[in-house]
Nanobody, 120 residues
Framework: QVHLVESGGGLVQAGDSLRLSCAAS????????MGWFRQTPGKEREFVAT???????YYADSVRGRFTISRDNAKNTVYLQMNSLEPEDTAVYYC??????????????WGQGTQVTVSS
């Protein structure tokens, strides 16, 4: 497993941008698929984006065209650039490491989460 620490969340207005970062430590970062998920109270954790060890990228339909996932293996960091934010994007965002994919069960290491709040 790897230890993950997210940062970059905050309170913004609709239409603004934020960049989330997730710093990894403990194992060989470049071998891992990385993902971003989000969760609101009372709801299941929702897939946002994933980037494989060889940089194959997939997005949820709800964020495609607005969010961009990227990774810097030299810095052991994965990013989520979020543009044109909408109130519906308000959630706790979690970074995850593992085999990769669209399901939380495909990841075995999780960060503590960072709150993103988008006001209308």
């Amino acid at each position: 497993q790897v230890h993950l620490v997210e940062s970059g969340g905050g309170l913004v207005q609709a239409g603004d941008s934020l960049r989330l970062s997730c710093a990894a430590s403990g194992r060989t970062f470049s071998n891992y698929g990385m993902g971003w998920f989000r969760q609101t109270p009372g709801k299941e954790r929702e897939f946002v984006a994933t980037i494989s060890w060889n940089s194959r990228i997939y997005y949820a339909d709800s964020v495609r065209g607005r969010f961009t996932i990227s990774r810097d293996n030299a810095k052991n960091t994965v990013y989520l650039q979020m543009n044109s934010l909408e109130p519906e994007d308000t959630a706790v965002y979690y970074c995850a490491a593992g085999l990769g994919g669209f399901l939380p069960t495909q990841f075995d290491s999780w960060g503590q989460g960072t709150q993103v709040t988008v006001s209308s």
